[in-house]
C-alpha cells in the first residue's frame, strides 16, 4: 500500500489519468469477455434445438423484437413474427433474448403438456413482483411460482369469483357503466373527437374499484390530492398506466436503472402509491368487521369474511392479489371493448344483429339483470372473436420442470423458460380458417368450439385467469 502511494505521489497527473483509463478498460474488457463466453454458453446448450436466424450475437433475437415498430402498422406485429419464425424453423424453437432463452410453443400438442401443474408460473413475472425494487405485486397469484403455496390462496378467492356471486353483484357493475355512458353520451354529436383508450381504461378502474371495494379511487385520488402530483389530473388509471410502463422498461432493457435513474425511482413512488392506496382500503375494511359494521357488498367483504383466521393472509399479501386484480384487469379489459368497438363499427352487418340482440333482449329497460346477460348469446360472440383477433392476447410462460420435457420430438432442459403463445397461434390458418376475418359465429354454440389449446386468451391449466368471468361480464 505505502508503495502504490509513495508511486501516485511521484507520478504526474497525466501518468495516474493513463494508468486509471487502463484499469477500467481492462474492466470493460473483461465484462464483456465474461458476457460474451455466458451469451456463448447459452447458445451451446440449447445448439440441438432450431432457432431462427439473428443478426445479433450479443443480443439475439431482442434485435429483431426491438425494430417490431419499423414492420408497418400489423396489428400485432409480434405475434406476426412468432408466426413467420414458424414458417422458418417448425412450430417449437428457441429465441434468445441478451443471454435468456425462451422456447416458443404453437402447436396444441406441447399447448397441453405445458398446461400441466408440474410445470410452474416463469420466472418471468419477477418483472411484475417488484419494480426496480420497490414491490409491486410481490407474492400476488400471479406470480407465486409454487403450487403448493398458490393452491390454498386460489381456492380462498375462487368464491368471490364464481358465476352466483357474480350475478348477484350485477347492481355494482350497473352503477359504473352507467357512469361511464354519462360522459360518452354528450360526446356523441358526430364532430367531438373523443379519446376513446382513455375512457374505456377510466371505466374499468371504475367497474373493479367499485365491484371489489366498493369505491371510486379515480375520483378519490384526484379529490385528495392537496398539492399537485404527477398523474392526478388523471386519476388512478395514471398509476396503472405508469406501471405498464415501467414494466415494459425493466423487462426490455436490463440496465434501465443504472442508465435511468431518476425515472427508475419515479416507478418505484408509482409502485409504492398503488399499495398504499389498496392497503388503506383494504386495513379501513377489516377494522369495520371486527367492530360489526355495516359494509358494503363487494368482492373485498365477501374475501374478508369467508376467510377463517387460518385461512387469511397478511395485509401485504392481500395487495399482491389487490394490486393483481387491478393490473390484470384494467389494460385488458380496456382494450377488448376498444378492440370491439373497432370490429363492430368495420362490420356493419355485425352492428345490425349486435343491435338487433340488445333490442331484443332489453328493449326499453332502465337496469341489466343478470338473466339479460344470459340471454345475449351474440354478443358474447363478438366479444370472444375480437378476444381471438390480433392485438389483443399474447401468450402464457411456464418453467419446464426438473429434468426437463419433450416437446415434438426436442428435448427442453429442466429450467426452461417456456411460452405458449395464443396471439400468434390465432392467426395461424392451420387452426383457424381464415384467420384474419371477423367472424363471430366461430364462437356459436352450434359450431364446433375452437380447441382450448389454440384459443386461451385467460389462460390455460390450474393458473388461468381466476377473473374471467368477472371480466366477461365486465365486457358484456
Known amino acids: 500500500r505505502d508503495y502504490i502511494l509513495a508511486a501516485i505521489m511521484s507520478a504526474n497527473v497525466n501518468q495516474v489519468a493513463l494508468y486509471l483509463l487502463l484499469a477500467l478498460l481492462l474492466l470493460a474488457a473483461l465484462g464483456i469477455s465474461f458476457y460474451a463466453l455466458l451469451v456463448a454458453y447459452v447458445r451451446w446448450k440449447y445448439a440441438h434445438l432450431p432457432s431462427p436466424k439473428t443478426t445479433s450475437f450479443f443480443i439475439g433475437h431482442a434485435y429483431e423484437l426491438q425494430q417490431l415498430k419499423r414492420r408497418g402498422n400489423g396489428e400485432n406485429p409480434r405475434d406476426e413474427l412468432y408466426i413467420e419464425w414458424a414458417f422458418e424453423v417448425g412450430n417449437v ?18 399447448v397441453e403438456t405445458v398446461s400441466l401443474s408440474s410445470f410452474h408460473k416463469s420466472t418471468a413475472t419477477n418483472f411484475f413482483a417488484h419494480l426496480f425494487g420497490a414491490r409491486l405485486l410481490g407474492n400476488g397469484l400471479f406470480t407465486i411460482r409454487s403450487y403448493e403455496v398458490w393452491k390454498p390462496r386460489r381456492k380462498l378467492y375462487e368464491s368471490a369469483f364464481n358465476v352466483s356471486h357474480l350475478k348477484g353483484l350485477i347492481p355494482n357493475f350497473s352503477k359504473s357503466v352507467d357512469l361511464f355512458l354519462s360522459k360518452l353520451v354528450p360526446l356523441a354529436d358526430g364532430k367531438t373527437k373523443v379519446p376513446l383508450k382513455r375512457y374505456m381504461c377510466d371505466s374499468a ?55 435511468h435513474p431518476f425515472e427508475a425511482q419515479h416507478f418505484r ?8 392506496i389498496a392497503s388503506n382500503c383494504i386495513q379501513a375494511r377489516i377494522k369495520a368487521l371486527k367492530k360489526n359494521e355495516s359494509v358494503p357488498l363487494d368482492i373485498l367483504s365477501h374475501i374478508l369474511r369467508a376467510a377463517t383466521s387460518h385461512e387469511m393472509p397478511d395485509i401485504e399479501s392481500m395487495v399482491d392479489d389487490f394490486i393483481t386484480f387491478y393490473l390484470g384487469g384494467v389494460e385488458t379489459t380496456a382494450n377488448t371493448l376498444l378492440f ?30 343478470a338473466e339479460d346477460l344470459d340471454k345475449l348469446k351474440y354478443t358474447e360472440q363478438v366479444i370472444e372473436e375480437t378476444m381471438r383477433m390480433p392485438g389483443i392476447r399474447g401468450g402464457v410462460t ?40 371477423f367472424n363471430p359465429s366461430r364462437f356459436d354454440p352450434t359450431n364446433k368450439r375452437p380447441s382450448p389449446n389454440v384459443y386461451f386468451p385467460f389462460g390455460i391449466g390450474h393458473r388461468s385467469c381466476i377473473a374471467k368471468h368477472f371480466a366477461m361480464v365486465i365486457l358484456n
Not at 413512488?269 to 398504499?276: D, G, I, K, P, S
Open 93 to 110: 424453437y428457441v429465441i434468445f433474448i441478451y443471454w435468456r432463452s425462451v422456447v416458443v410453443v404453437l402447436n396444441t400438442a406441447d
Open 205 to 259: 378502474v371504475d367497474v373493479i374499484s367499485e365491484v371489489m371495494f366498493s369505491s371510486d379511487f379515480n375520483t378519490e385520488w384526484r379529490d385528495k390530492a392537496s398539492t399537485p402530483r404527477p398523474g392526478s389530473e388523471q386519476g388512478l388509471n395514471y398509476l396503472m398506466g405508469e406501471a405498464f410502463r415501467g414494466i415494459e422498461m425493466s423487462r426490455i432493457y436490463p440496465f434501465f436503472k443504472f442508465l
Open 269 to 276: 413512488e408509482v409502485a409504492r402509491t398503488l399499495r398504499t
Open 340 to 369: 370491439t368497438v373497432i370490429q363492430v363499427h368495420q362490420h356493419p352487418d355485425v352492428l345490425e344483429r349486435l343491435l338487433s340482440e340488445v333490442e331484443e333482449v332489453l328493449g326499453k329497460k332502465d337496469a341489466i339483470t
Open 398 to 437: 411456464r418453467d419446464c420442470p426438473v429434468g426437463g420435457v419433450t416437446l415434438s420430438g426436442h428435448h427442453i432442459p429442466g429450467g426452461t423458460m417456456i411460452y405458449a403463445c395464443t396471439g400468434a397461434m390465432c392467426q395461424m390458418s392451420q387452426y383457424f380458417k381464415d384467420p384474419y376475418t
